[in-house]
């Protein structure tokens, strides 16, 4: 039997939109979380923004000649099989991954990729799923990404550009009536603290660390006094392990995403965490959950967006 689903002030079932870059964003960033309110029978949709079609293939076992030619159609598969695992929705906005280059000067950025679509053309794009799906919160990337791949970096830009676009009811009359978003996040996942406590239990427990070179060049925890949400999914982290290792071209199952123990990663740091940006609810912040204070989300207004 499913559990009965959560419901907002008005009786609506809840429901949350997603929004990634790539298939597999959506299994390393925020996955426990998802899975967490899947389980609570809240109605949770990923956005994938493009098909990842110019990632490498980071799984040496995998990395053939004959994947590499058919990745795009490897990765649609991967995705598919990560959103059953997970319990989600998931479509695709329909663009091109515009790839990612290390170094100087950047290549110029292929037509049809994300990177290469005005801003404006792709929030146009989203904006009628958020009036269709009408969700209660959504979470995207902060203002940098999470790491500087422009195809993040226009997540989150078209993602906050959509929203707007959704609440104004004078934008795209033919996409049915405006919706506004009554709470958006920024998901921040990867903060020092984090890595730092599970550092130091590896320590403890005389395991080799993944995270000391990165820790030892990053001295600055710039996300630690934005966090505002910590979102209990511990019970999840294996659920969040198996959808990723779905996406089996992108990640190595012998590399330093799965070097920490679960039981580690369960006591060390048992949330998920978030940045609250927009609320048109009263919150007390820190919260434990997404969806705290959500009253009737038809009677809220674009000026009520705050934090
Ligand atoms: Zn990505």
Not at 284 to 297: Q, R, V
Request: a negative charge; hydrophobic letters at 40%.
């Amino acid at each position: 039997m499913s559990a009965p689903s959560r419901v907002d002030a008005c009786g609506d079932r809840l429901r949350a939109l997603f929004t990634h870059a790539h298939p597999d964003d959506e299994s390393s960033k925020g996955a426990a979380t998802m899975a967490r309110y899947v389980a609570e029978g809240i109605r949770v949709v990923v956005c994938t923004l493009t098909g990842g079609e110019r990632g490498d293939i980071l799984n040496p076992k995998l990395d053939t000649p004959e994947n590499n030619a058919r990745l795009p159609e490897l990765r649609k598969a991967e995705m598919e099989r990560a959103r059953a695992i997970l319990g989600v929705e998931q479509v695709w906005l329909g663009y091109e991954d515009s790839g990612y280059f290390e170094g100087e000067p950047w290549p110029p950025t292929p037509p049809g990729s994300l990177a290469a679509a005005p801003v404006e053309e792709a929030a146009a794009r989203l904006a009628p799923l958020l009036r269709e799906l009408r969700p209660h919160v959504v979470v995207t990337y902060d203002e940098r990404g999470g790491y500087p791949h422009p195809d993040h970096i226009m997540t989150h830009r078209v993602t906050m550009a959509a929203l707007d676009l959704a609440a104004d009811p004078a934008a795209l009359p033919a996409a049915g009536p405006a919706w506004i978003v009554p709470k958006v996040y920024y998901q921040m996942g990867f903060h020092r603290r984090r890595f730092a406590k599970l550092d130091r239990l590896m320590h403890e427990r005389g395991l080799v660390s993944p995270y000391a070179d990165r820790l030892r060049d990053w001295q600055e925890d710039e996300m630690a006094d934005r966090l505002t949400t910590f979102v209990p999914c511990a019970d999840y982290f294996e659920v969040r392990d198996k959808a990723l290792l779905a996406h089996a071209t992108q990640v190595d199952p012998d590399g330093p995403w799965f070097a920490v123990p679960l039981d580690i990663q369960k006591a060390g740091w048992p949330t998920e965490d978030y940045e609250l940006v927009r609320s048109t609810v009263p919150t007390a912040l820190p919260e434990s959950d997404l969806f705290a204070g959500l009253a009737c989300p038809a009677a809220a207004s674009a000026d009520d967006w705050r934090i």
